[in-house]
Every structure is written in structure tokens, then in C-alpha cells.
């Protein structure tokens, strides 16, 4: 198709007006559209189903291990995925007679016009068909507004079928919002693009979540552009995302889009301000109000966590421009107690290298890599960038982390293997450089060195198994005791070594342990330069349906090596910086064998059994927590793991958010974070015991909000 520049069409606003006016009288004169099927019912109706891929009913949005669908319209829709791209079957409708000029639908799932198809037929012959969008790995589950000329068929009887006789990959179809209409869809625009000249700080871009992703591209003279694909709104938007814009300020940018339709305000409505567009930021009905999270869009794994001059940074696997996961960018804030935290603008966006994958950073204290330029010690990022292949790059700031700069001779290591990435510094003192782990493939992981993070070294290669990437290769101090370090390797999911190591090679002491058990814990990563203290940050695993923002990070918790009967063992407790939210204490001395009282919102609870011989159950804001002493399992939700009484007595210790409740035991020899919804409505707290168990105390700590 042609490509129009914006320079040689008229402006966009007198575009859009002749649109608008055109789209506008035309449907004065419509007749309306005509519902064939909108698929919001529990059943099909009388649309008759054939085979297994289509069940009994419409399918209520993403189907179990598929990924997420959207773009259709309302809770409903046709989604073949029944049961896995093995299903198949047909699904055809009742006999209806053409009254409109065209028929308008919603399509997605696998690209195959043999074996996927949605069907026009007339006196049983295919006279119209389509197919989906995907036929190859990844790809995406929305659906895509789609549309048939049936002027020619006007006033004949005619039945829809859609097929499903794909098993394969991209093996079924998903369709909705099938209309009789005499209204055309409007036609794509290509390369329209626009100039504004920079202000104020924030360019905001509305979202629309579900509609059709875009590609947008803000160039500014003599600056790296940011290209991003965004889900665009076309009319009103659901949110705001934004970019930071102050380092451009006074420059005049060009921000252009791939492809719009010819109705769409999505470019007119790109503005700038001095604050984000946010109604209520910070107290939306789902955010957290104790774990981190991003203002706008996505985040995931935890990056360059670094202590550096009383601040803690917090970078972050981030999408600025949108609720899923896309455009890996770092994100950052920062805090001087773990608990307080304020975002930074986004420190490391994609370039022609790749999307920014994860990694970490430290202070070059020593100033190895040579990027010191004034009296600031350096920070060095290490981050992988994700293009084809992935490779290992620096970046580098002089200021405190406030700007980056990526170095010039990247990437400082190649391609080692599949899709290696994640690396993971740390000094190595007596030996005077650098120990770099890094993921490469399953689960195996590399060790390298290096005298300057610009030429690296391979070591040696060891596996973790049952774990893979986001690897972190650490000492800890046994018991506490400095002088008698051993060196902790963990990977994504929480398994780790404990081993020795002499700089050259890494020796573990046995098998692998799991420091965590809960269901809202991945890529954990542990700050570098934190005198004296190992503090660890995980990130949550848990979706905000409805928000502008989606994913959080887990509490900050400090942990210990300590000698038990099973070896050393790495415990976790939440970082004494947390009691500052504490605003109320309520002490419950020897409530015997039951105990029922009002819970906060947002809670510390903290319960001490002895005599444990039998069974306990916490109902904390409906969670219901249990612990069995013939079994010596704590069991939330769907997780367990194991807890011995210590000195004859039980303890644990929760901290309930808006939407997760992360557990302690036993000093932290227990560490199990939870997320799941919790009604807002709900604040009951209760212990109940029984087989000679004893409720010893409970101590029960109202929180306030951390953006407060």
C-alpha cells in the first residue's frame, strides 16, 4: 500500500474534521445494523456446534494456558481454544437474509484459510471467508475488526460457519460482534505523523486497552528515538500512558504512527503537561499501598538494584506504554528507607540492539571501567539487550543515576548461547574484580571475571537444577560471623547452592534448597553496596485487571545464612524499615484457643502458639493461613512448606495488602508471599486452634499507606 507522509496531506485536524463531518452525515442516512450474533449469552442459541473446540457456550475472554485474548467486545466471544489447539469441530449459525451492504466481524486466533475460516455460505456454497492473523510462534490473541462487500448478495438466505480442523500451533480461531451494517470500516491511513514543540515535561498518550496495538515513534534532533508499540485509543481513552520528555525540553519532536484509520483522534490527542494524567494516583481502588508499584503500565523482574549515597534504586522490567508486558524498558525510583519510594524517569529505553532486558548495576568505586567524569562515583549498569541476537551491555551515569549513558563499544560480551541474558555483578576483594553470573540456557547458568565489566571471562558453568534465569552469585557471612563467608547462588524461581568459592571456581556444598514457597515471588534480585546487610526485593506475580497499571514488586526482605540441621539455609524477614508504617498496636495477651477481632485494610499480624500439638487456622481478611502440627506444614491458598517449632513455640507473621498477604515463620525461616484478591469489604481476623495447640499472643499493627 502507498505510504502518505505527513507532508503531503493536509493537517490533521483538517482531516479529521472532513472525516468526521463525512462519517457523520453518511450515518444520518443509515439504516441500522443488524446483530447476527454478539455471543454475550451463556449459550450458543440456535447456533449449532459440532465437534469439541467450541464448548456449549461462548468462551468468557482468555481460555485456561492460552495467552491473553483481547479486542473483542463485551464478556463474550467464539474461542476455539477449548481444550488446546487440539480441539476441532464447526460451529454454524441459524439462516438469515442479507439486508445490509456489508457484513462487519471480529477475528483472531491462527492464519490457515484451509483449516481456520469464518464462512459466508449461500445455499451451502462459500461464497465470503477469512481466516486469523497468526501462523507462526509468538503473535498476538487480539482480535481485528474485519469485513465482507455483500452487496451482491442482498436479500438472499445465508448462513455463517466457523471451522476449526487446525491441531497444530496457532490451531484455532477466535471471532465476535458479527453485524449486518451499511457502513464501511474506515480505511488506514499510513505514515501520518506530527511536530510538537516541547514545553513541559510529559507527553501523554491515551490507551485504549484491547484495541489495536500501533507503533509510534518520538524523534527529537540529535536524541535516540523512542519506538514503542502502543494499544492507541481511537476515541476515549481507558488511561494515560506517558513518556518523560525534560531532558528535551525547548526541542521541537516528531511523533509518527504506523498506520491509523481515517476516524481516529488517537495522534490529535497526544498532548504535553507538567504532571501525568492520573486520576486518584495512588489510591486507585487495587494499588498497593505498601509494595511498589509502577505509576502507569507494566512491570516485571527487578533490575540494578544499588545503594549509592543513602538512596536505594530500584530499576524494573518495565513497559511505560502499556497494562502487558512489551517495550522492556528500565524503569527506576528510588528511596532512603525501602518503604518510601518516588519514580525517576525511565533510565534505559530499546535501541536498534534490542528491547532492555534485565540485569543489574553497582557502584565502581574503584572506577574499573574508566567512566568516571567528575566527582560522582560512577554507577554501571549491566543489562542484556534483547535483540537477535541477545547480547551483554554497559551503561553508565555520573550524576547519581539520574541520566544514562549506554557505552560506545557495546556489547562487552557476544552471543554465548540461546537466549542468554540477565547478568549479575559483584566485587570480588581479595582478588581485586569483577564476578559476573550469568543465565544461559535451561538451567544453566555461567560465572565469568572481569578486571574492567568491558572484557569478561568465562569460568566455569554450573547448573541449578530445577531453576533458571535472573541468576544472583553472592558471599554471606555464616551466622553472622564475617570472617567465615560462604557463597549463595540463586536463579528466577528461588532455588539456590550454597557453595564455596576460591575466584576461579564455584563448589556447592550440596543440593539445591528453595528460599521461598510462595505463589507471588520471581526474579529476585539482591541491592549491591548495602554496607553490612543482604536485602532482596522479588517481583510479584500478580495481574491489576481494570488498572492503569499492572504488576508490583514483593516486600524488601533482609536475609541471613544461618547452620541448621540441613546445612546453611538462607532465611528471610521483612526489613525493620517497614514498622514505620505502623500507626496502631493492639497486644491480645493468652487469648487461649480462639480469638476474633476487627482486621485494619492494610495489616501487620503477628501470632505466637505453643503447646503446638494440633491445628491452627488464621482468617486474616478472608485468607485463610493453616498450620498442622502432625504434618509441621503451613498451607495457604495452594503452596505449603514446612515449619518446626522452635523452642516449643510457632510463630508467624503476615502483612496483608490490598491484594496479597506475605508470610513469615519462625524468624524467617518461613518465607512465603501470597497474592490473591481480597474483598475490600472483608476485615475479619480470627485464630482458631485445637489438639492442645495454645494461642500464646497476638499482635495485631494497623499500616498506612506508603504514598502517604
Given at each position: 500500500?502507498?505510504?502518505?507522509?505527513?507532508?503531503?496531506?493536509?493537517?490533521?485536524?483538517?482531516?479529521?474534521?472532513?472525516?468526521?463531518?463525512?462519517?457523520?452525515?453518511?450515518?444520518?442516512?443509515?439504516?441500522?445494523?443488524?446483530?447476527?450474533?454478539?455471543?454475550?449469552?451463556?449459550?450458543?442459541?440456535?447456533?449449532?456446534?459440532?465437534?469439541?473446540?467450541?464448548?456449549?457456550?461462548?468462551?468468557?475472554?482468555?481460555?485456561?494456558?492460552?495467552?491473553?485474548?483481547?479486542?473483542?467486545?463485551?464478556?463474550?466471544?467464539?474461542?476455539?481454544?477449548?481444550?488446546?489447539?487440539?480441539?476441532?469441530?464447526?460451529?454454524?449459525?441459524?439462516?438469515?437474509?442479507?439486508?445490509?451492504?456489508?457484513?462487519?466481524?471480529?477475528?483472531?486466533?491462527?492464519?490457515?484459510?484451509?483449516?481456520?475460516?469464518?464462512?459466508?455460505?449461500?445455499?451451502?456454497?462459500?461464497?465470503?471467508?477469512?481466516?486469523?492473523?497468526?501462523?507462526?510462534?509468538?503473535?498476538?490473541?487480539?482480535?481485528?475488526?474485519?469485513?465482507?462487500?455483500?452487496?451482491?448478495?442482498?436479500?438472499?438466505?445465508?448462513?455463517?460457519?466457523?471451522?476449526?480442523?487446525?491441531?497444530?500451533?496457532?490451531?484455532?480461531?477466535?471471532?465476535?460482534?458479527?453485524?449486518?451494517?451499511?457502513?464501511?470500516?474506515?480505511?488506514?491511513?499510513?505514515?501520518?505523523?506530527?511536530?510538537?514543540?516541547?514545553?513541559?515535561?510529559?507527553?501523554?498518550?491515551?490507551?485504549?486497552?484491547?484495541?489495536?496495538?500501533?507503533?509510534?515513534?518520538?524523534?527529537?534532533?540529535?536524541?535516540?528515538?523512542?519506538?514503542?508499540?502502543?494499544?492507541?485509543?481511537?476515541?476515549?481513552?481507558?488511561?494515560?500512558?506517558?513518556?518523560?520528555?525534560?531532558?528535551?525540553?525547548?526541542?521541537?519532536?516528531?511523533?509518527r504512527v504506523d498506520e491509523l484509520p481515517e476516524d481516529s483522534k488517537g495522534l490529535a490527542a497526544i498532548d504535553q503537561t507538567d504532571a501525568i494524567k492520573a486520576k486518584d494516583l495512588y489510591r486507585e481502588a487495587l494499588r498497593p499501598q505498601f509494595h511498589f508499584t509502577s505509576r502507569r503500565g507494566w512491570l516485571n523482574d527487578p533490575n540494578g538494584m544499588v545503594f549509592y549515597k543513602g538512596e536505594y534504586h530500584l530499576f524494573y522490567q518495565h513497559n511505560p506504554y502499556g497494562?502487558?508486558?512489551?517495550?522492556?524498558?528500565?524503569?527506576?525510583?528510588?528511596?532512603?528507607?525501602?518503604?518510601?519510594?518516588?519514580?525517576?524517569?525511565?533510565?534505559?529505553?530499546?535501541?536498534?540492539?534490542?528491547?532492555?532486558?534485565?540485569?543489574?548495576a553497582v557502584v565502581d568505586w574503584k572506577d574499573t571501567a574508566g567512566f568516571k567524569t567528575g566527582s560522582e562515583d560512577p554507577l554501571v549498569a549491566l543489562y542484556t539487550a534483547a535483540g537477535r541476537p541477545f547480547t551483554q551491555g554497559l551503561a553508565y551515569s555520573n550524576d547519581r543515576g539520574r541520566t544514562w549513558t549506554k557505552y560506545r563499544g557495546n556489547p562487552v560480551l557476544g552471543h554465548v548461547a540461546a537466549e542468554n541474558r540477565d547478568p549479575k555483578a559483584v566485587w570480588?576483594?581479595?582478588?581485586?574484580?569483577?564476578?559476573?553470573?550469568?543465565?544461559?540456557?535451561?538451567?544453566?547458568?555461567?560465572?565469568?571475571?572481569?578486571?574492567?565489566?568491558?572484557?569478561?571471562?568465562?569460568?566455569?558453568?554450573?547448573?541449578?537444577?530445577?531453576?533458571?534465569?535472573?541468576?544472583?552469585?553472592?558471599?554471606?557471612?555464616?551466622?553472622?560471623?564475617?570472617?567465615?563467608?560462604?557463597?549463595?547462588?540463586?536463579?528466577?524461581?528461588?532455588?539456590?547452592?550454597?557453595?564455596?568459592?576460591?575466584?576461579?571456581?564455584?563448589?556447592?556444598?550440596?543440593?539445591?534448597?528453595?528460599?521461598?514457597?510462595?505463589?507471588?515471588?520471581?526474579?529476585?534480585?539482591?541491592?549491591?553496596?548495602?554496607?553490612?546487610?543482604?536485602?532482596?526485593?522479588?517481583?510479584?506475580?500478580?495481574?491489576?485487571?481494570?488498572?492503569?497499571?499492572?504488576?508490583?514488586?514483593?516486600?524488601?526482605?533482609?536475609?541471613?545464612?544461618?547452620?541448621?540441621?540441613?546445612?546453611?539455609?538462607?532465611?528471610?524477614?521483612?526489613?525493620?524499615?517497614?514498622?514505620?508504617?505502623?500507626?496502631?498496636?493492639?497486644?491480645?495477651?493468652?487469648?487461649?484457643?480462639?480469638?476474633?477481632?476487627?482486621?485494619?485494610?492494610?495489616?501487620?499480624?503477628?501470632?505466637?502458639?505453643?503447646?503446638?500439638?494440633?491445628?491452627?487456622?488464621?482468617?486474616?481478611?478472608?485468607?485463610?493461613?493453616?498450620?498442622?502440627?502432625?504434618?509441621?506444614?503451613?498451607?495457604?491458598?495452594?503452596?505449603?512448606?514446612?515449619?518446626r517449632p522452635v523452642g516449643g513455640k510457632v510463630r508467624l507473621r503476615a502483612f496483608v495488602d490490598r491484594r496479597s498477604v506475605d508470610l513469615f515463620g519462625n524468624d524467617g525461616a518461613l518465607y512465603m508471599p501470597m497474592g490473591t484478591p481480597i474483598d475490600p469489604a472483608n476485615r475479619s481476623l480470627s485464630v482458631t486452634t485445637s489438639g492442645g495447640t495454645k494461642v500464646d499472643s497476638v499482635d495485631l499493627y494497623g499500616l498506612r499507606s506508603s504514598w502517604r
Amino acid at each position: 500500500m502507498p505510504v502518505l507522509s505527513s507532508q503531503r496531506l493536509p493537517p490533521l485536524s483538517s482531516r479529521i474534521r472532513a472525516v468526521t463531518s463525512f462519517v457523520l452525515a453518511l450515518a444520518a442516512f443509515a439504516a441500522p445494523d443488524i446483530v447476527i450474533a454478539d455471543f454475550e449469552g451463556p449459550t450458543y442459541g440456535a447456533w449449532t456446534a459440532t465437534g469439541t473446540a467450541f464448548g456449549s457456550g461462548p468462551a468468557r475472554g482468555t481460555l485456561s494456558g492460552q495467552m491473553a485474548v483481547s479486542g473483542f467486545t463485551g464478556k463474550g466471544l467464539v474461542n476455539s481454544f477449548l481444550g488446546g489447539d487440539g480441539a476441532t469441530g464447526t460451529l454454524s449459525s441459524p439462516p438469515f437474509r442479507i439486508e445490509r451492504k456489508y457484513i462487519r466481524f471480529l477475528i483472531g486466533g491462527g492464519k490457515d484459510v484451509d483449516r481456520l475460516r469464518l464462512e459466508l455460505l449461500i445455499d451451502g456454497q462459500v461464497v465470503r471467508g477469512a481466516t486469523g492473523p497468526n501462523d507462526r510462534p509468538g503473535g498476538s490473541e487480539a482480535l481485528e475488526p474485519a469485513e465482507w462487500d455483500v452487496r451482491d448478495l442482498a436479500g438472499q438466505s445465508a448462513q455463517i460457519r466457523i471451522v476449526d480442523e487446525a491441531t497444530g500451533g496457532w490451531g484455532h480461531i477466535n471471532v465476535d460482534g458479527i453485524v449486518q451494517t451499511d457502513q464501511r470500516l474506515p480505511k488506514l491511513l499510513y505514515g501520518l505523523g506530527r511536530t510538537i514543540e516541547l514545553k513541559k515535561r510529559y507527553l501523554n498518550l491515551p490507551v485504549k486497552s484491547g484495541a489495536k496495538k500501533r507503533w509510534v515513534t518520538i524523534s527529537a534532533p540529535g536524541e535516540e528515538p523512542r519506538r514503542f508499540d502502543i494499544e492507541l485509543a481511537e476515541g476515549k481513552p481507558d488511561w494515560w500512558a506517558f513518556t518523560d520528555v525534560s531532558a528535551w525540553k525547548g526541542k521541537t519532536v516528531t511523533v509518527r504512527v504506523d498506520e491509523l484509520p481515517e476516524d481516529s483522534k488517537g495522534l490529535a490527542a497526544i498532548d504535553q503537561t507538567d504532571a501525568i494524567k492520573a486520576k486518584d494516583l495512588y489510591r486507585e481502588a487495587l494499588r498497593p499501598q505498601f509494595h511498589f508499584t509502577s505509576r502507569r503500565g507494566w512491570l516485571n523482574d527487578p533490575n540494578g538494584m544499588v545503594f549509592y549515597k543513602g538512596e536505594y534504586h530500584l530499576f524494573y522490567q518495565h513497559n511505560p506504554y502499556g497494562w502487558g508486558w512489551g517495550n522492556m524498558s528500565w524503569g527506576h525510583a528510588v528511596s532512603r528507607d525501602l518503604v518510601h519510594w518516588k519514580e525517576l524517569p525511565v533510565a534505559l529505553h530499546p535501541d536498534p540492539s534490542g528491547t532492555m532486558y534485565s540485569g543489574s548495576a553497582v557502584v565502581d568505586w574503584k572506577d574499573t571501567a574508566g567512566f568516571k567524569t567528575g566527582s560522582e562515583d560512577p554507577l554501571v549498569a549491566l543489562y542484556t539487550a534483547a535483540g537477535r541476537p541477545f547480547t551483554q551491555g554497559l551503561a553508565y551515569s555520573n550524576d547519581r543515576g539520574r541520566t544514562w549513558t549506554k557505552y560506545r563499544g557495546n556489547p562487552v560480551l557476544g552471543h554465548v548461547a540461546a537466549e542468554n541474558r540477565d547478568p549479575k555483578a559483584v566485587w570480588y576483594e581479595p582478588q581485586k574484580k569483577w564476578i559476573v553470573s550469568l543465565f544461559l540456557d535451561g538451567e544453566e547458568f555461567a560465572i565469568y571475571d572481569s578486571k574492567d565489566l568491558k572484557t569478561w571471562r568465562e569460568l566455569q558453568r554450573i547448573r541449578i537444577p530445577g531453576t533458571a534465569e535472573c541468576p544472583s552469585f553472592l558471599p554471606m557471612p555464616l551466622d553472622g560471623d564475617a570472617s567465615r563467608p560462604k557463597w549463595v547462588l540463586f536463579g528466577a524461581n528461588g532455588g539456590y547452592l550454597v557453595g564455596d568459592f576460591d575466584g576461579t571456581r564455584f563448589v556447592p556444598d550440596g543440593p539445591p534448597k528453595r528460599m521461598q514457597h510462595g505463589n507471588a515471588w520471581y526474579a529476585a534480585q539482591v541491592f549491591s553496596d548495602v554496607p553490612g546487610r543482604t536485602i532482596l526485593i522479588p517481583w510479584a506475580q500478580l495481574d491489576f485487571p481494570g488498572m492503569p497499571f499492572n504488576q508490583m514488586m514483593g516486600l524488601p526482605v533482609e536475609q541471613t545464612l544461618r547452620t541448621t540441621a540441613a546445612g546453611p539455609t538462607v532465611f528471610s524477614v521483612p526489613v525493620r524499615e517497614l514498622a514505620s508504617l505502623r500507626r496502631s498496636h493492639r497486644k491480645f495477651d493468652a487469648p487461649a484457643s480462639g480469638f476474633t477481632n476487627k482486621c485494619d485494610e492494610l495489616a501487620e499480624v503477628e501470632v505466637v502458639l505453643s503447646g503446638v500439638s494440633g491445628r491452627c487456622e488464621l482468617n486474616l481478611r478472608g485468607v485463610k493461613v493453616s498450620y498442622d502440627a502432625s504434618t509441621g506444614e503451613v498451607v495457604c491458598l495452594d503452596r505449603k512448606a514446612t515449619l518446626r517449632p522452635v523452642g516449643g513455640k510457632v510463630r508467624l507473621r503476615a502483612f496483608v495488602d490490598r491484594r496479597s498477604v506475605d508470610l513469615f515463620g519462625n524468624d524467617g525461616a518461613l518465607y512465603m508471599p501470597m497474592g490473591t484478591p481480597i474483598d475490600p469489604a472483608n476485615r475479619s481476623l480470627s485464630v482458631t486452634t485445637s489438639g492442645g495447640t495454645k494461642v500464646d499472643s497476638v499482635d495485631l499493627y494497623g499500616l498506612r499507606s506508603s504514598w502517604r
